[in-house]
């Protein structure tokens, strides 16, 4: 079967974003000071091939923590649904 994957990697909250604040404080610059604390990171969508969507769920882990996502600064989400 056919899965495709919408992955979403953050930086760790405990982290900074300087591309987030930047954007924070350019909020007030354009007239939207109520956004504050943006934090900004990727969208990733994928296709794999897997007998069942546990097996794909298995090897979208195994992308992300290999090569889509930094363990050390970075967390990830993802959802799946065949395709």
């Given at each position: 079967m056919k899965f495709k994957a919408e992955i979403d990697v953050m930086p760790l909250d405990a982290l900074l974003d300087p591309q987030g604040k930047a954007v924070?404080?350019?909020?007030?610059?354009?007239?939207?000071?109520?956004?504050?604390?943006?934090?900004?990171?990727?969208?990733?969508?994928?296709?794999?091939?897997?007998?069942?969507?546990s097996a794909a769920s298995e090897k979208v882990t195994e992308a992300c923590k290999k090569l889509l996502a930094n363990a050390i600064m970075e967390s990830f989400t993802f959802s799946i649904e065949a395709v």
């Amino acid at each position: 079967m056919k899965f495709k994957a919408e992955i979403d990697v953050m930086p760790l909250d405990a982290l900074l974003d300087p591309q987030g604040k930047a954007v924070s404080n350019s909020m007030k610059t354009v007239g939207m000071p109520e956004i504050s604390e943006v934090r900004i990171g990727r969208h990733i969508r994928l296709h794999v091939e897997a007998e069942n969507e546990s097996a794909a769920s298995e090897k979208v882990t195994e992308a992300c923590k290999k090569l889509l996502a930094n363990a050390i600064m970075e967390s990830f989400t993802f959802s799946i649904e065949a395709v």
